[in-house]
């Protein structure tokens, strides 16, 4: 299958067609991205944070990320999901849409940048978990992940000022929910 | 239904809303924000961002009082570290939103979301400063085991905010969120 059938065939699947015609789906499933995604920013601000040395150094760097890093997870799966859905709906107008490939690449960066700090840098965690200052290279992996999923939230707010919808909201909806 | 839209008409009619956002459309204020279209793509991603700083500093804190997380630090400790973060990001949300709602006041006036998420943000910051407040003063240790009435209100408390968040994205859904409530309707 090539790249545009399967774009179609994403679009065609019953969860997309579900996305379309539910009158529930969109603002419920926007408000769970919204709200997991914040909480994937809020939980990795808190490590990125402690990583530039904020506000001290005493909290030890790996109990951070364990506590931290569980939630973030959870609510990554979430958004994840949650995104897919959204993605789903309306994918080939996502795919063409330069703010949602920005954002894209944005996440591919964060994910690297992650990788990156937890595959060398973290290695060594233990000479400077606690009381210690942090080496220049998890500093600057707690700056550039702060700046990535700061860029991550900004394109994605983008995308709904920029893509045009393959659908329309029904004019007289027939209403079976209630929020 | 019609009772209840009848009463959202009459608030409506009462404090001039319909009137009060058709001026303040008109504002050289209201001008500006709506003059470059980036401006308010630009605010919203603020306040978005901001949401992930209040909404998980109150979290870290409601964590502790339920025994979940940061059990090693008193409560005060954690209140005191997320406390300054989260009411500075509720001055950011304030300040954001304000300036959304002069850009675009009918968006914002003519939907239920709107205004039910203003009554839970009033409760919301009163109840958090409250909660906070009797947090300081039960000058719990590290050891400290919170009552189960403790911890009931902090799940409150967590689900009130999420219901403003919510709400929030709902505003630009109002007919489909609110059917027949909804002045769009």
Same mark, same amino acid.
Request: charged share 10%; glycine share 4%; proline share 7%.
């Given at each position: 299958m090539d790249?545009?059938?399967?774009?179609?065939?994403?679009?065609?699947?019953?969860?997309?067609?579900?996305?379309?015609?539910?009158?529930?789906?969109?603002?419920?499933?926007?408000?769970i991205h919204v709200l997991?995604?914040? !909480?994937?920013?809020? !939980?990795?601000?808190?490590?990125?944070?402690?990583?530039?040395? %904020?506000?001290?150094? &005493?909290?030890?760097?790996? &109990?951070?990320?364990?506590?931290?890093?569980?939630? !973030?997870?959870?609510? %990554?799966?979430?958004?994840? !999901?949650a995104g897919a859905l959204m993605f789903a709906a309306n994918a080939h107008t996502y795919i063409g849409n330069t703010a949602f490939r920005l954002k894209m690449l944005a996440l591919l960066g964060a994910g690297v940048n992650m990788a990156l700090f937890h595959g060398f840098t973290f290695r060594n965690v233990k000479s400077w978990d606690q009381n210690a200052p942090v080496p220049l290279a998890a500093r600057i992996a707690g700056a550039m992940s702060i700046l990535l999923w700061v860029s991550v939230i900004f394109l994605a707010r983008w995308i709904g000022f920029t893509k045009g919808f393959d659908f329309q909201v029904p004019v007289n909806p027939h209403i079976d929910f209630q929020f | 239904m019609t009772g209840v839209q009848g009463s959202i008409g009459v608030l409506q009619g009462s404090i001039g809303v319909h009137g009060f956002a058709g001026w303040l459309e008109a504002t050289s204020a209201s001008d500006a924000i709506k003059s470059a279209s980036w401006v308010i793509p630009l605010l919203q991603s603020i306040h978005i961002l901001t949401i992930g700083i209040v909404f998980i500093s109150f979290l870290m804190i409601v964590l502790r009082v339920l025994g979940v997380m940061r059990t090693d630090e008193p409560v005060d400790a954690v209140w005191t570290r997320f406390a300054p973060w989260m009411w500075s990001g509720l001055v950011v949300m304030a300040a954001t939103g304000i300036t959304l709602v002069v850009g675009e006041p009918e968006r914002e006036f003519g939907t239920v979301s709107f205004w039910l998420k203003m009554l839970l943000v009033a409760i919301g910051v009163t109840g958090t400063a409250l909660y906070?407040?009797?947090?300081?003063s039960?000058?719990?240790?590290?050891?400290?085991?919170?009552?189960?009435?403790?911890?009931?209100?902090?799940?409150?408390?967590?689900?009130?905010?999420?219901a403003v968040i919510f709400l929030g994205r709902a505003i630009a859904y109002d007919k489909q969120v609110w059917g027949a409530l909804s002045p769009h309707a």
């Open positions: 790249f545009p059938a399967l774009i179609q065939s994403i679009q065609a699947s019953p969860p997309a067609q579900w996305m379309r015609t539910s009158l529930a789906a969109m603002p419920v499933v926007e408000a997991a995604g914040a !909480t994937v920013f809020g !939980t990795i601000l808190i490590v990125d944070l402690r990583l530039l040395g %904020f506000p001290d150094t &005493r909290r030890p760097v790996t &109990r951070v990320c364990s506590e931290m890093l569980r939630l !973030t997870w959870i609510a %990554f799966a979430v958004s994840l !999901t | 906070g407040r009797s947090l300081r039960a000058a719990a240790g590290a050891s400290t085991v919170f009552p189960v009435s403790a911890k009931a209100a902090s799940v409150l408390m967590v689900i009130l905010w999420i």
